[in-house]
């Protein structure tokens, strides 16, 4: 991930990478001072929805089980470098929070991965995945489009993407699509880059 990344020739080196720093971006994703007008903060009510970020956060509770007895016999080599954040000061601020009394609605599973994706082009954003300690706390404005039909018709209309403006043809199941950290940050690398190469051909 380093080499691919071009860290072993940068002067500051291993140590000089910064968290999200080795992930490959969404060329697509509206992105400040690379794709946007300079001025695209002052932009009308009318034409503030151009700049809007659609990010769709979910879990998958299926890489629950992974065989990783403890960070100490299988640590992560990376420190937040790519998709995954920075795992000691993210369980530092989970532990922090561990008498925190959590919702009725939430599932308290054990063990899974969160991720943010974008919505749009499903691609991971940097430090946007980590290891579910608690259990998952979604927040969900859309419910994503597969899912739909399993609620009830009240959440069918009022949280669909299909009676919503300014989303397009978006489905929202970006996270469903995708255990080591390492080897995960690997994979979505892969899968980014090989969306990026892809894009040309639409």
């Known amino acids: 991930m380093l080499k691919c990344s071009g860290r072993g ?64 016999t299988d640590p992560s080599l990376s420190r937040g470098w790519a998709y995954f954040v920075e795992e000691k000061s993210y369980k530092s601020y989970i532990l922090d929070r561990a008498e925190d009394v959590q919702e009725a609605h939430f599932l308290t ?31 969900r404005f859309f419910v994503p489009k597969f899912h739909l039909p399993a609620h009830v018709s009240k959440c069918q209309t009022i949280f669909s993407f299909n009676f919503t403006h300014f989303v397009g043809r978006t489905d929202g199941e970006a996270p469903e699509r995708g255990c080591c950290q390492d080897t995960l940050d690997d994979h979505f690398g892969d899968w980014n880059w090989k969306k990026v190469v892809g894009l040309g051909e639409f």
């Open 109 to 139: 599973l054990s063990m899974g991965v969160g991720t943010v994706d974008c919505t749009c082009h499903n691609m991971k954003h940097p430090n946007g995945i980590s290891d579910l300690q608690k259990g998952e706390k979604t927040i």
């Open 9 to 72: 020739h940068d002067p500051s080196g291993v140590v000089g990478t910064s968290e999200g720093q080795c992930a490959v971006l969404c060329p697509a994703c509206l992105q400040p001072s690379k794709n946007l007008p300079d001025n695209w903060q002052d932009a009308s009510k009318a034409k503030s929805w151009l700049y809007g970020l659609f990010l769709v956060i979910n879990a998958n509770f299926c890489l629950k089980r992974c065989a990783v007895s403890s960070d100490e």
